[in-house]
């Protein structure tokens, strides 16, 4: 029997109702030019620095990923291949540009022109040339951040500084580009904000430690991801994270689960193949599987692990967050280590790597990370392809037929015995 | 004595098997039709000719188990698994000390990891490309106008087997007509083209720990031509089981008489939609 679980608390139409405000907000902007835009990539984005000026983000991914989960992403990623985007460039770039040729939007609603695209370069280089051709088509002005990749485990200090720079350059061009003076006493609220929120969905993270988990930490989390990404540097997203916590601490301390029996604990590697989400959710619903941590959790920030902003260092607590404490832009081997801890300190039964077909970049080494936990570490993985955007790349009875493939296994593995034949 | 069944619905074929248990395991009798179009009657079709191959009435079947990719079409299955599953079950029954399974089936292969008692480690599958599959075999054979059986005994002649460069299914028949004008004899096509499939399921296999005993199960393990390649890339022999074609639905099988100790409720049982009651 299938049993289809959804997180569906009271904070589920919260969040549905600040992501629609968002949109709203946004929908304003393109009739009156206020409040002033910044697109920027979700990644280690510096959404604290935007308050400084009142501005509000626009993110491209989260345009993207919303078409693709209410199946309207086909459309608009022919049209750009129709431009001439190859069929293994990203799908969400082709979704984007897509959109903007057709005048598509998420909601229906308008999107502004953003008054600055900002490039904060973080891990993935098609970025670079997704905002260049945004740019081009929005005719707006681009400025792009430039963040060192983690070569080492920390970022040096010249990193750090070489950062911190950047994001003073980026205030002049909005200062510019808005007439107003940024509002640094604002900023570092903003940071102290977001260092509350941090704090709250870090605690919420470490509810996944519970047995059974009180929420899916893959499935489930993307729901609060939105308001983490849009509001984590307003008392809004504070209040928001507050209520989240409370309502899933309850049910953890009353022992309610995803699933009546938690019967298999995952870690998570890669984002969901956002067309067919419900699909894909439900193959694990089938056997009870919750996730108790992903990587893809941490795209916008890496926080279980202690980071926080800091108002007191509020430029250096962002740089250091762009730099170092995103998992786009750490090293495979602080991924690996990652999702070590998470196997280990969430007391996960497997991994589950999702490769996503058109994303080579996050994407490219994903063989070898489940050669190491295979074969080294001896961690049941799963390693399955398709893709985050473009339903073309999903095919529904083999990534089935491998999940249920993977759970059997988990489940003979404690319960085979050899068959002996007639002699 | 309890009598199980499994039912192995692939792409190309539908296999049926019917076990008994009588202080052992025994097969009583197999079933082979092609699976067409009517899933469903297929698997009917299957199960009807294999327990009247075993003189029973298929109200004397306790548990019947459904495998491969048609297994949810299996109207009186009790319940489904994966063919990976039966695989390494059947392999681990079949051929004693397999501890890897490469299987090529119609539209997929797949490599799998086995534990000492018959349980799946880790797989590997073919990927939305049916390189390295029967299909790939097919294919070429329908290019050459030859019959599949044949291309299997004509590759082993080959003298001077070619270099097949792609991989892709479809583009393979370009390669081998451009082979024919150059006047390349069928044998030495048929052997480049088995050369490449084995290249092609060894790379598979590499992301697994290979280790022996290795068993060859699936369809396409009825061809000398490509069991023959496959010893040369791995360097070893494989174990090749005369039912190799119907190590899944073995495998299913035994899973079933299993069941027939146990709670449906408990364990591994997931299916959909499973159905219970007769046939």
Known sequence: ?423 | MRIAAGVDVGSTQTKAVVVSDNGGVKVLARALVDTGANVQRAAERAFDMCCHEAGIHSGDVGFVVGTGYGRYKIAFGNTQMTEITCHAKGASFLCPGTRTVIDMGGQDSKAISVGANGEVLDFVMNDKCAAGTGRFLANSAEVMSISLDEVGPLSLKAKHPVKIATVCTVFVESDILSYLAQGKTAEDILGGVHIAIAKRTLSLARRLNIEPEIAMTGGVARNVGMVWALEEVLGRKMLVSPDAQFIGAVGAALFALEKLDQSFESGIWRGDHAVSGGH
């Open chain 1, 1 to 423: 029997m299938t049993e289809k679980k959804e997180y569906r608390g009271s904070i589920h139409q919260w969040q549905k109702d600040l992501m629609l405000a968002w949109y709203e907000q946004l929908d304003q902007a393109a009739d009156t030019g206020s409040p002033a835009t910044v697109s920027m990539m979700i990644s280690g984005n510096c959404v604290e620095l935007l308050e400084g000026f009142g501005a509000v983000p626009l993110y491209p991914e989260v345009n993207a990923l919303q078409l693709a989960i209410r199946h309207q992403s086909l459309d608009p990623i022919l049209a750009a291949e129709d431009l001439g985007y190859a069929t293994d460039n990203c799908a969400y770039v082709k979704a984007d540009v897509g959109c903007i040729v057709k005048g598509i939007t998420p909601t229906g609603g308008k999107l502004p022109t953003p008054t600055l695209i900002l490039c904060n370069f973080v891990g993935c280089n098609t970025y670079l040339k997704w905002f260049e051709h945004l740019a081009k088509l929005q005719q707006a002005p681009l400025y792009v951040i430039d963040v060192p990749f983690m070569r080492a485990n920390e970022p040096s200090r010249s990193d750090l500084e070489y950062v911190i720079k950047q994001l003073q350059e980026t205030v002049k061009k909005l200062e510019q580009l808005t007439g107003s003076k940024f509002d640094y006493d604002r900023f570092r609220q903003a940071v102290a904000c977001s260092s509350r929120t941090e704090e709250l969905w870090s605690r919420i993270k470490h509810l996944a430690r519970r047995s059974p988990s009180p929420f899916d930490a893959y499935f489930d989390a993307i729901t609060l991801m939105g308001p983490l990404y849009v509001y984590r540097a307003r008392p809004e997203g504070v209040e928001f994270f507050e209520a989240a916590l409370a309502e899933l601490q309850a049910k953890a301390d009353a022992h309610k689960g995803v699933y009546e029996q938690e019967h298999f604990r995952l870690v998570m590697e890669g984002p969901p193949p956002y067309p067919y989400f419900r699909t894909f959710r439900d193959m694990f619903a089938k056997w009870q599987a919750c996730a108790v941590a992903s990587t893809y959790s941490t795209v916008g920030g890496l926080w279980e692990f202690g980071f926080r902003h800091d108002p007191d260092n509020p430029f250096e607590s962002v740089a250091m967050h762009m730099i170092a404490q995103n998992v786009t832009n750490r090293n495979f081997l602080q991924r690996y280590e990652q999702i070590r801890r998470y196997i280990e300190e969430w007391n996960a039964d497997g991994l589950i790597i999702h490769f996503v077909k058109s994303c080579r970049l996050f994407s490219a080494g994903q063989g070898d990370m489940r050669d190491y936990f295979t074969k080294q570490l001896g961690v049941p993985t799963l390693y399955i392809e398709s893709d985050l955007e473009d339903p073309r790349y999903f095919a529904e009875a083999q990534t089935k037929n491998r999940i249920d493939a993977f759970f059997e296994a988990l489940e003979h593995s404690k319960t085979a015995t050899p068959v002996r034949e007639e002699t």
